[in-house]
């Protein structure tokens, strides 16, 4: 092998799954696998290359606003209509050739305005948390919508039968969240291997006493769902000098800069055992739901920290207590629960090996306000003009 060869071998990460298990019974909810996939899911999925994907660190606004307009967007908004972060959407300047229809929680809400009914709208955003129902039901009473947009990275609010059958195309608000849930990654890390809980009782006890603490340079860092978030996460990491490990459903084949091994779904397990911290950073669906299970939380180092940005329900919270609660781990970051707002009786409260918060480390002052600004100012634009709307959603996956 040449110079030339090693050096590109170096850069490449290991992909350590030789046999990607097929993901045609094991991945997806059985009522997706009943169904065929219609035409517009087919072209979205096509679709889904990175630069078909929004970040708000390296996205180049605008680039879609040049070219022909070939039809209207007529729009409704399935949005709480006090909602302050939708304000450039219900009172701003819309794009050349949009208009917003109405507003509206409830199938009634649309359905009993005769003027929306004639004018056939064809885009519907959604930011309300109790979406599922009405969203399937306006779904139905207007066939000619043909793009849903939601103004979270998540879609598992929305999740249901009657969406991911309906012949209209999904995108949502990806990449918009991922720079400061890569920056709370780090803290947590940083949280446990520096001790933070200890230097905040010695100054409360007025105590000078040094004590050793770990480095993050040469610590591994797993991440289990490598997509924006997690990649986010990973080049953070790599900046302080961590191995990172990628588990990955489409491992096979992949590449990136910022990934020192990649593993496909029969990974896991290894990813776990070898990683000194877990960052959880993959969508909830029906195949992710209680990935992180007893047995592979039993196959971490006893030094191992859980991160999780995801959702609450992807790890078995109550196996995660009790490896917590017995010291099989070291401690756990937990940004999301399984049951939100986190009972006041969850034994989570009461464990010191546990960095809590409410779901809140994306909560920027004006990180829902970007989201919205993200569908009017880079997707309407090309919905208008014909052009493949960014960060598609394969309904198929269910992200």
């Keep these: 092998?040449?110079?030339?060869?090693?050096?590109?071998?170096?850069?490449?990460?290991?992909?350590?799954?030789?046999?990607?298990?097929?993901?045609?019974?094991?991945?997806?909810?059985?009522?997706?696998?009943?169904?065929?996939?219609?035409?517009?899911?087919?072209?979205?999925?096509?679709?889904?290359?990175?630069?078909?994907?929004?970040?708000?660190?390296?996205?180049?606004?605008?680039?879609?606003?040049?070219?022909?307009?070939?039809?209207?967007?007529?729009?409704?908004?399935?949005?709480?209509?006090?909602?302050?972060?939708?304000?450039?959407?219900?009172?701003?300047?819309?794009?050349e050739g949009s208009k917003l229809l109405k507003v509206g929680t409830t199938l009634s809400d649309f359905e009993n305005d005769s003027s929306i009914i004639e004018q056939k709208p064809n885009v519907i955003f959604v930011s309300h948390p109790q979406a599922r129902k009405p969203l399937v039901e306006i779904l139905n009473k207007f066939p000619s919508l043909e793009w849903i947009h939601t103004r979270s990275a998540g879609i598992d609010f929305i999740a249901s039968e009657g969406l991911f059958t309906s012949n209209a195309q999904l995108t949502n608000a990806k990449g918009m969240f991922s720079s400061t849930l890569a920056e709370y990654c780090m803290l947590a890390c940083s949280y446990f291997a520096k001790d933070l809980p200890r230097l905040m009782r010695q100054k409360n006890d007025v105590n000078w006493e040094q004590y050793p603490v770990l480095e993050l340079r040469g610590a591994t860092l797993g991440v289990?769902?490598?997509?924006?978030?997690?990649?986010?996460?990973?080049?953070?990491?790599?900046?302080?000098?961590?191995?990172?490990?990628?588990?990955?459903?489409?491992?096979?084949?992949?590449?990136?800069?910022?990934?020192?091994?990649?593993?496909?779904?029969?990974?896991?397990?290894?990813?776990?055992?070898?990683?000194?911290?877990?960052?959880?950073?993959?969508?909830?669906?029906?195949?992710?739901?209680g990935l992180i299970s007893k047995d592979a939380l039993s196959k971490c180092k006893s030094s191992a920290v859980i991160i999780n940005v995801g959702r609450g329900p992807i790890i078995d919270e109550e196996a995660l207590i009790g490896v917590l609660q017995d010291g099989t781990i070291k401690?756990?970051?937990?940004?999301?629960?399984?049951?939100?707002?986190?009972?006041?009786?969850?034994?989570?409260?009461?464990?010191?090996?546990?960095?809590?918060?409410?779901?809140?480390?994306?909560?920027?002052?004006?990180?829902?306000?970007?989201?919205?600004?993200?569908?009017?100012?880079?997707?309407?634009?090309?919905?208008?003009?014909?052009?493949?709307?960014?960060?598609?959603?394969?309904?198929?996956?269910?992200?």
């Excluded at 087919?42 to 040049?66: P, V």
């Excluded at 491992?251 to 029969?266: R, S, W």
């Design 1 to 95: 092998m040449n110079a030339v060869a090693l050096t590109l071998a170096s850069l490449s990460p290991r992909v350590t799954t030789t046999a990607f298990r097929s993901t045609s019974t094991t991945i997806l909810p059985n009522f997706i696998q009943r169904y065929s996939i219609s035409s517009s899911s087919l072209q979205l999925a096509s679709s889904n290359t990175n630069n078909m994907y929004w970040n708000r660190e390296n996205g180049k606004q605008g680039e879609a606003h040049n070219g022909k307009i070939i039809k209207e967007a007529r729009i409704l908004a399935l949005c709480d209509p006090t909602d302050q972060y939708n304000e450039p959407l219900y009172n701003g300047a819309l794009p």
């Design 224 to 289: 289990i769902g490598y997509g924006d978030i997690g990649r986010a996460s990973a080049k953070l990491a790599k900046a302080f000098g961590m191995k990172v490990l990628a588990f990955k459903r489409n491992a096979h084949g992949f590449n990136d800069p910022y990934c020192d091994e990649v593993y496909g779904m029969d990974g896991l397990n290894e990813v776990m055992s070898k990683s000194d911290y877990i960052l959880v950073s993959a969508p909830l669906t029906e195949s992710t739901r």
């Design 331 to 399: 401690g756990a970051a937990l940004d999301v629960m399984t049951v939100e707002p986190l009972p006041k009786d969850s034994p989570l409260w009461k464990l010191d090996n546990v960095l809590l918060s409410p779901h809140n480390m994306d909560m920027t002052l004006t990180f829902m306000k970007e989201s919205t600004e993200f569908f009017i100012n880079e997707n309407l634009p090309r919905f208008v003009r014909g052009k493949p709307l960014l960060n598609p959603v394969d309904k198929t996956a269910g992200y």
